[in-house]
T-cell receptor, first 113, second 110 residues
Framework: DAMVIQNPRYQVTQFGKPVTLSCSQT?????MYWYQQKSSQAPKLLFH???????NEADTPDNFQSRRPNTSFCFLDIRSPGLGDAAMYLC????????????FGQGTRLTVV | DAKTTQPPSMDCAEGRAANLPCNHS???????VYWYRQIHSQGPQYIIH???NNETNEMASLIITEDRKSSTLILPHATLRDTAVYYC???????????FGTGTRLKVLA
């Protein structure tokens, strides 16, 4: 059974039009992450939540925002997508125990036209 | 967080052991070594992790050197389905950050 679910798997958006990507989890984990992965590159951490505590990476552009309304759901908002934001966006979760692995969803592939 | 260095690519014959090295010479005492792999167009999949001792599970073995400056992931009998990019990550307990390096692209050959 899928434990970290990302919808949709593929998303096409217009240049400059706000878009929201969704992630839900059935693991009841405290920590949720968003990563960006461009073609042939490693995943890059954008930010993470510990419960409702938001932690932004220093080099994450302001164009990227996130919301976590409850434990199970987390959203990635891209306010004005540019062509350079086309990528796979990966959601992950981990428990509050520091010695534990992260569980990843299958990703949403975003195309900007 | 400590940085990791991995060879960009490796080949392995099907049925043979695949040994993937990772250098993490700046690792500190409370940092764990994690291994993930990513098959094309899928999310990363956890393989194994460890702190000091060698670890083994149903997927792989993790050998960490005594000084903890490097480690090796061993897939004992590689199959074609093990073809993927393998990432070695060092993460400090309690920071909740998994920073990916460039990874090793493993190709298992028939």
């Amino acid at each position: 059974d899928a434990m970290v679910i990302q919808n949709p798997r593929y998303q096409v958006t217009q240049f400059g039009k706000p878009v929201t990507l969704s992630c839900s989890q059935t693991l009841n984990h405290n920590v949720m992450y968003w990563y960006q992965q461009k073609s042939s590159q490693a995943p890059k951490l954008l930010f993470h939540y510990y419960d409702k505590d938001f932690n932004n990476e220093a080099d994450t552009p302001d164009n990227f925002q996130s919301r976590r309304p409850n434990t199970s759901f987390c959203f990635l908002d891209i306010r004005s997508p540019g062509l350079g934001d086309a990528a796979m966006y990966l959601c992950a979760t981990s428990s509050q125990d520091g010695n534990t692995e992260a569980f990843f969803g299958q990703g949403t592939r975003l195309t900007v036209v | 967080d400590a940085k990791t260095t991995q060879p960009p690519s490796m080949d392995c014959a099907e049925g043979r052991a695949a040994n993937l090295p990772c250098n993490h010479s700046t690792i500190s005492g409370n940092e764990y070594v994690y291994w993930y792999r990513q098959i094309h167009s899928q999310g990363p999949q956890y393989i194994i992790h460890g702190l000091k001792n060698n670890e083994t599970n149903e997927m792989a073995s993790l050998i960490i050197t005594e000084d903890r400056k490097s480690s090796t992931l061993i897939l004992p009998h590689a199959t074609l389905r093990d073809t993927a990019v393998y990432y070695c990550i060092v993460s400090r307990s309690g920071t909740y950050k998994y920073i990916f390096g460039t990874g090793t692209r493993l190709k298992v050959l028939a």
